[in-house]
């Protein structure tokens, strides 16, 4: 089967990015992830704003792919968060949020972004803007710290909308990822201590 252009262009630009994040390398150089990711010295000076156009063709094109795939997974089918998982997400979301989010279980269409993310073995669910895909059963009806992480996504989208989200994701997805993982810890805790 062969993928479209968008499809191939799209993965060329995210994995093509240049992290702004300095965190990682020394002062005067920049992270560069193609594959993997390694120190060089500032681009900057050399190609001016590559930088920052590849930053927003990459944004682009995870917005139009985060929308597609959202679109997919929808025409696929899709279902409210079960009544025990909401009832106990309560606490930490908004009606809002809650009534927005809906989930499946498995990959789908192979071109999805869902598909394309949930292909690394350690993601067990990605939020495709207010969907959020589980890889397993298991997970969707019983994993209340992966419910926040992913739900924290929905919330992220309602504030920021899909083009902010992926202007943010791709310029330093950690950033993105943090609150998500704060909150998914934040529930855990909460599991233990009721134990």
Not at 98 to 125: C, P, S, W, Y
Request: negative net charge; proline residues 6%.
């Amino acid at each position: 089967m062969s993928i479209p252009l968008l499809s191939r262009a799209a993965a060329l630009f995210l994995s093509l990015a240049v992290s702004p994040v300095l965190l990682a390398c020394p002062q005067g150089q920049h992270e560069v992830c193609i594959a993997d990711c390694v120190c060089v010295p500032d681009p900057g000076p050399i190609f001016g704003d590559i930088q920052e156009n590849m930053g927003r063709m990459a944004a682009s094109a995870l917005e139009t792919w985060l929308i597609q795939s959202r679109e997919t997974a929808l025409r696929e089918g899709s279902e409210p968060i079960p009544a025990d998982i909401r009832e106990q997400m309560r606490p930490y979301f908004s009606e809002q949020v809650l009534d927005a989010a809906r989930f499946k279980v498995g990959e789908g269409d192979e071109l999805n972004i869902g598909a394309a993310v949930m292909h690394n073995q350690d993601t067990e669910a990605v939020t495709l803007v207010d969907v959020i895909v589980f890889r397993s059963l298991n997970d969707a009806m019983e994993n209340l710290p992966l419910w926040a992480h992913e739900l924290k996504h929905v919330e992220q989208y309602q504030q920021w909308g899909v083009k902010e989200f992926a202007t943010r994701y791709s310029r330093d997805f950690d950033a993105v990822e943090s609150p998500a993982y704060e909150m998914q810890t934040r529930v855990t805790r909460a599991l233990q201590a009721k134990k």
